[in-house]
């Protein structure tokens, strides 16, 4: 089987998660200079100047929805390194899509959340995005365990 297509998947999944880290270390350093660059870029808008109102929140609720958006990329990399291998039947990779399933509702509650603070469309787009997104990788799970199930019966029958 040609690897190529999935280890550029792989390479791209690596970059963006190390980019994130660097992005979630930076937030508690650099929000504040990046909303005041954006607002003097795009003037004083609302939604920006909130940021700046609720400033620990923001620091707060974007790290945690950082720290989520991180821990699927983890589990998408090592579902990767499966595919790689040409074993991507197997129940680690039901666990990461279970558990990127449970990320994924924790960025939509947290992206809710905020629109209670300060509400902006975005916020609610991302949040139904990303509940649509836990419920897909959820069915993703059933449909892999029970692939799983089909290829262990079919590895005892041989």
Partial sequence: MDNRLNKFVKT????CFWIGVVLEIAVPFGLKAAVKLVMKL?????EYAEILNHYPYAVVSIMLVGFSTLMILRELRKMMRTVIKDDCFVKENVNSLVAMSIYA???AGLKLLRCFVYFTPA???IAGVFLFAGLFSQVLARVFDR???YKQENDFTI
């Fill in 105 to 107: 509702y924790t960025i």
């Fill in 42 to 46: 795009l003037g004083d808008t609302t």
């Fill in 12 to 15: 791209i999944l690596d970059i």
């Fill in 123 to 125: 916020a609610l787009i």
């Fill in 147 to 149: 692939a799983v199930a």
